[in-house]
């Protein structure tokens, strides 16, 4: 599955994401925004934005969203700071250097997964690399990101054809869950030097299929086999 048919995934079940962002998942998403609010500042990018925010949009001058799902046909909705763009970020067509104070992805990395683990490990940094390539001086890159344990970013390593055929059997876009370490050693390696991290508070529940059926595999937040973290760095 291309990046762009992972969009078309997300534009065509982009009402039952939402259901489980306002339903299963709400608490996750209030936990991320206490996360993000005090965090936003001047002009923000929000990349996989998917049509919805966990965070305060007042709290930005200007914010733009984009995501491979933005194709004609979606309801997004209208709020005056907010423009909406349709861009993959691994090959941004719509972006200028030094043009943000805040990046954002949140829930992004672990669906930039390409057809091996270099492939991901690739993509991973492009979005890192992307990220620095627009942000002014000073700026900042915030990352949530659902994060797995090493052993378990292992067993992905080493099983990533397996998964990737299971995943391609019913057409859902590859997930590959990322441990702390290779965030941390990404960001680093692209020149974030100053990275601060934390957890975020672990919902009751958590909603673990958003698009094709949400609402209905739920499991309990400490069940899940990963945690959702913050990465702030600063160049
Ligand atoms: C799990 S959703 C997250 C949506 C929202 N940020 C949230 O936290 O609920 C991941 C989003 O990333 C988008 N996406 C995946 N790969 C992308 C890429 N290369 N460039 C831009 N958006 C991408 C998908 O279309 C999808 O809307």
Not at 85 to 107: A, C, E, G, N
Request: proline residues 4%.
């Amino acid at each position: 599955m291309s990046i762009d048919d992972i969009g078309s995934v997300f534009h065509k079940y982009h009402n039952a994401y939402l259901a489980s962002v306002h339903g299963a998942n709400s608490e996750l998403y209030r936990n991320i925004g206490k996360v993000i609010n005090p965090l936003l500042k001047g002009d923000v990018l929000d990349i996989g934005n998917g049509g919805c925010f966990a965070y305060d949009v007042t709290k930005a001058s200007k914010i733009v969203a984009i995501d491979t799902c933005f194709k004609t046909g979606l309801n997004l909705e209208k709020i005056a700071n907010v423009s909406y763009q349709y861009d993959d970020i691994l090959i941004p067509k719509t972006l200028h250097p030094d043009s943000f104070d805040t990046v954002l992805t949140q829930s992004l990395f672990h669906h930039v997964s390409g057809k091996s683990h270099r492939e991901t490990l690739k993509n991973a940094r492009k979005v890192i690399e992307n990220a620095r390539y627009v942000l002014r001086p000073g700026g900042m890159f915030v990352i949530i990101e659902p994060i797995t344990s090493a052993a378990f970013e292992s067993i992905e390593r080493t099983l990533f054809k397996i998964f990737l055929t299971c995943f391609s059997v019913f057409r859902i876009p590859m997930i590959y869950l990322f441990s702390f370490k290779t965030i941390m050693d990404l960001l680093k390696d692209v020149g974030f030097v100053d990275v601060g991290y934390g957890e975020i508070k672990c919902p009751k529940k958590i909603d673990l299929c958003t698009t094709i059926l949400p609402n209905l595999i739920v499991i309990p937040g400490w069940l899940a086999h990963f945690r959702y973290h913050f990465f702030i760095a600063k160049l």
